[in-house]
Structure formats: C-alpha cells, structure tokens
C-alpha cells in the first residue's frame, strides 16, 4: 500500500546539505517525491511510498545529515501525487 506524507523539519537544516542527504535516502529506500528549502528557514518533504520506508523516513528525519541540528518534524499523511523519482526543488 502507498502512503504519502508532507513534513516540515525544522532546527539548522539549511546549508548543511539536509536536503541532498534526505534525497539520497529516500531513494535508498525506494520512495518518490520532494524536498525544498522554506523561506522560513526550515525544510518541506513529500514522500510517497511503502508504509514501512515511509516511517523509516520520518524517524530518519530527526536525525538529518552529519551538520544538522534537527528541533522538530511535523508531518501528516498527504494525498497521493504522482512522482518518477525523488529530487531536490529548488522553488
């Protein structure tokens, strides 16, 4: 079954290579979607995949790349969108 999420990380996650650490995970573990910088200061994913890597995912989030200070991660279950591969956005 596939499920998808949007999360919100927030803490030192920009400029320490979260979302290119994040990308590479989740294509380890076989997901699709996204991740981009917020204005804010924080960093935005969706994610879409087997329930399993999806939680893999998110207990992987609070601990973000080697630089990272992660302070929270906020998710819900998102609706399903259609992605080829998961990639890093730059909008």
């Given at each position: 079954?596939?499920?998808?999420?949007?999360?919100?990380?927030?803490?030192?996650?920009?400029?320490?290579?979260?979302?290119?650490?994040?990308?590479?995970?989740?294509?380890?573990?076989?997901?699709?979607g996204w991740?981009?910088?917020?204005?804010?200061?924080?960093?935005?994913?969706?994610?879409c995949?087997?329930?399993?890597?999806?939680?893999?995912?998110?207990?992987?989030?609070?601990?973000?790349?080697?630089?990272?200070?992660?302070?929270?991660?906020?998710?819900?279950?998102?609706?399903?969108?259609?992605?080829?591969?998961?990639?890093?956005?730059?909008?």
């Amino acid at each position: 079954m596939t499920v998808c999420i949007h999360a919100f990380v927030s803490g030192r996650v920009q400029g320490v290579y979260f979302r290119d650490h994040t990308r590479k995970r989740a294509q380890a573990l076989q997901l699709t979607g996204w991740v981009r910088n917020t204005p804010d200061g924080r960093v935005e994913v969706y994610a879409c995949g087997a329930q399993p890597q999806i939680h893999e995912l998110i207990e992987w989030l609070w601990q973000g790349s080697p630089a990272s200070k992660v302070s929270q991660v906020d998710w819900n279950e998102a609706p399903f969108e259609t992605h080829t591969d998961f990639i890093i956005r730059y909008d």
